[in-house]
């Protein structure tokens, strides 16, 4: 079992930016990717990002690329999503996930999900 806590979120003005953490509760470095998802109200949970055990791989959605950063550090059993040039449109509860395999980009993909942390972008 793998719990997973998101931290960071908040309200930042369009162009601004975030950096959002997720703490896992126990070592996830050996074999567990892990990824960025984020639900808008009214919309389906959608993937942001995703980085392989290692870090060496990562993966975006079009959406955000160029605009957002994925990264962990495994001695802190932490992943962390640096966001730059923030939109209203990413206004979205923000979830981090592990699964114990590959990189994975739908969330079926993932087996352990944290609670979210919301982010709020205004105009």
């Known amino acids: 079992q793998v719990l997973l806590v998101e931290s960071g979120g908040g309200l930042v003005q369009a162009g601004g930016s975030l950096r959002l953490s997720c703490a896992a509760s126990?070592?996830?470095?050996?074999?567990?990717?892990m990824g960025w998802f984020r639900q808008a109200p009214g919309k389906e949970r959608e993937f942001v990002a995703a980085?392989?055990?290692?870090?060496?791989?990562?993966y975006y959605a079009d959406s955000v690329k160029g605009r957002f950063t994925i990264s962990r550090d495994n001695a802190k059993n932490t992943m962390y999503l640096q966001m730059n040039s923030l939109k209203p449109e990413d206004t979205a509860l923000y979830y981090c996930?592990?699964?114990?395999?590959?990189?994975?980009?739908?969330?079926?993909?993932?087996?352990?999900w944290g609670q979210g942390t919301q982010v709020t972008v205004s105009s």
């Open positions: 996930a592990a699964r114990n395999s590959g990189l994975g980009i739908t969330t079926t993909d993932y087996n352990y």
């Open positions: 126990k070592r996830t470095s050996s074999n567990y990717a």
């Open positions: 980085i392989n055990w290692s870090g060496g791989r990562t």
